[in-house]
C-alpha cells in the first residue's frame, strides 16, 4: 500500500517503513503514515506529520518538534477536531488495489499536506498559531489547550536556528497571554504552563530556557523583545 500511495503522490520518498513513507526537505522531515483502527483492523486512514530533525531524538519524548496536518473525511468534513481523527476507508483485502475514494483522497490532499510547512520559520509561527491554519484544503492540528507547550516549542526552535524574528513573536505572544488562567488548576496561568514546560524541554535538550522557567515566579520577567 505504501508503494501504492507514492505513485499517487508523484514524490519520490526518502524511505519507506512498513506504513510510513518520509519525505526530507532540509531540516524538514514529513512523514505520511498509513494506520489501521485500533477497534477495527479492516478500517484504516492516513495522517502527515512534519517534525525539525535537529531536535528530533532529543525530543523524542514530547513527540518532537514538528505539527500534524490534517485532511477532509470522505464526508467532506472540512472541521477541524481536537481529537484523533477516526479510520476512514475499508482495508483492501488481498492484493487488491486502493478504492477510487482513497486514491482521490491522497492525490487531492497528499501533497498539500506534504509540503504544508514552508521552511523551519513557518514551522515556529504554526506552532504559534491560535488556532488551526488551513491551507489548499487542508489545515494544522493546533488545539488550543496545547498552547503553552507549543509556545515553548517554537522558542525552542527559535533558539535551535537562531531564529530571531521568531523568537520575537513568541514573545510578543507570551506578553500578551502570560496573565491568562488556564486549566485544569484555578491559579494556573498561561505563563506558569509555559515555565513547566520549558523546565522539561531544557532537561531534554540541553538549550538553555531558563528564563522561561523564571516565568513560575510571582513577579515575572517576561523574555526582552530586541
Not at 483522497?105 to 488551526?132: I, M, Q
Not at 487542508?138 to 488545539?143: A, E, I, K, L, R
Not at 491559579?187 to 522539561?200: E, K
Request: hydrophobic share 40%; charged share 25%.
Amino acid at each position: 500500500m505504501a508503494e501504492e500511495f507514492a505513485e499517487l503522490l508523484g514524490m519520490a520518498p526518502a524511505s519507506i517503513d512498513g506504513g510510513r513513507l518520509t519525505f526530507v526537505r532540509g531540516s524538514l522531515h514529513t512523514t505520511l503514515f498509513i494506520w489501521k483502527d485500533r477497534r477495527d483492523r479492516s478500517a484504516f486512514g492516513w495522517m502527515v506529520s512534519t517534525e525539525h530533525a535537529s531536535l528530533r531524538d532529543r525530543m523524542d519524548g514530547f513527540g518532537g518538534v514538528g505539527i500534524r496536518i490534517d485532511h477532509p473525511s470522505p464526508s467532506g468534513d472540512t472541521s477541524p477536531s481536537n481529537i484523533p481523527p477516526a479510520a476512514c476507508y475499508p482495508w483492501p483485502a488481498g492484493s487488491a488495489p486502493l478504492t477510487s475514494e482513497v486514491s482521490a483522497s491522497v492525490t487531492r490532499y497528499g501533497p498539500a499536506s506534504l509540503c504544508f510547512v514552508r521552511d523551519s520559520h513557518d514551522l515556529g509561527l504554526l506552532l504559534l498559531a491560535d488556532d488551526h491554519v488551513h491551507r489548499d484544503g487542508v489545515w494544522s492540528f493546533t488545539p488550543g489547550n496545547s498552547e503553552p507547550a507549543r509556545l515553548a516549542t517554537a522558542i525552542l526552535l527559535a533558539r535551535q536556528c537562531a531564529d530571531e524574528t521568531l523568537e520575537r513573536a513568541a514573545a510578543a505572544t507570551l506578553r500578551h497571554r502570560g496573565e491568562e488562567p488556564v486549566a485544569p488548576h484555578p491559579g494556573y496561568l498561561f505563563r506558569h504552563a509555559v515555565a513547566d514546560w520549558s523546565r522539561q524541554y531544557a532537561k531534554a535538550t540541553g538549550i538553555d530556557l531558563s528564563d522561561l522557567a523564571a516565568l513560575k515566579r510571582k513577579r515575572p520577567q517576561y523574555p526582552e523583545i530586541p
